[in-house]
């Protein structure tokens, strides 16, 4: 079956980047989507935007646009979302999730990968 | 920006049936997704488009999404303490939108 697994939990300090990884199996990589999604402790949902391994495209949220780089991998079934200049309220859990296109629903989502942005 | 809007908990007594509402301007002329989340899991697909049930998920799960309200639905049918968890509607405008989520209470 479809599945999804993130790379570990990390701590950073404001303004350094963090990385985080999504390597997918039980399907044929280029031919869905993968969306990234953050959850702040205790909050709702915010979608961040999508990388299309096939083509290598990207759609970001608007507030994202600039700190944000999806790519991803096909020799290794791997997504990647990279933030950049990390805040504390980028403290959050960060999920990949497949989609089958841009605007399509979500699943299966990956386990999630902690952030957590302290000095 | 699109907004969603979702009660932050409902109450329902075991055995009985749950709503959960999702109001959005024009929510009807949108494709309406549902996921689950219990406390420290990801979340789950329960409903898509509207009101398809992905094949792991009881029957008891449904949605409507009318084309004459700004309300989309999620319906749990005869509740169990199990169902208690965070449910959030989600749809696509110029990009993805999720509600702020609701916690039924089963009694």
């Known amino acids: 079956q479809m599945q999804l697994v993130q790379s570990g939990a990390e701590v950073k300090k404001p303004g350094v980047s963090v990385k985080v990884s999504c390597k997918a199996s039980?399907?044929?990589?280029?031919?869905?989507?993968i969306h990234w999604v953050r959850q702040a402790p205790g909050q709702g949902l915010e979608w961040m935007g999508w990388?299309?391994?096939?083509?290598?495209?990207?759609s970001y949220a608007q507030k994202f646009q600039g700190r944000v780089t999806m790519t991803s991998d096909t020799s290794i079934s791997t997504a990647y979302m990279e933030l950049s200049s990390l805040r504390f309220d980028d403290t959050a859990m960060y999920y990949c999730?497949?989609?089958?296109?841009?605007?399509?629903?979500?699943?299966?989502w990956g386990q999630g990968t902690l952030i957590t942005v302290s000095s | 920006s699109y907004e969603l809007t979702q009660p932050l908990s409902v109450s329902v007594a075991l055995g009985q049936t749950a709503t959960i509402n999702c109001g959005g301007n024009?929510?009807?002329?949108?494709?309406v997704h549902w996921y689950q989340q219990k406390p420290g899991q990801a979340p789950v697909l329960v409903i898509y488009r509207d009101s398809s049930r992905p094949s792991e998920i009881p029957e008891r799960f449904s949605g409507s999404n009318s084309g004459n309200t700004d309300t989309a639905t999620l319906t749990i049918s005869t509740a169990q303490a199990g169902d208690e968890a965070e449910y959030y509607c989600?749809?696509?405008?110029?990009?993805?939108?999720f509600g702020g989520g609701t916690k039924p209470t089963v009694l």
């Open positions: 024009n929510i009807g002329s949108k494709h």
């Open positions: 039980g399907y044929t990589f280029t031919d869905y989507y």
């Open positions: 999730v497949v989609g089958v296109d841009g605007t399509a629903w979500f699943d299966p």
């Open positions: 990388v299309n391994p096939n083509s290598g495209g990207t």
């Open positions: 989600q749809v696509w405008d110029s990009s993805s939108v």
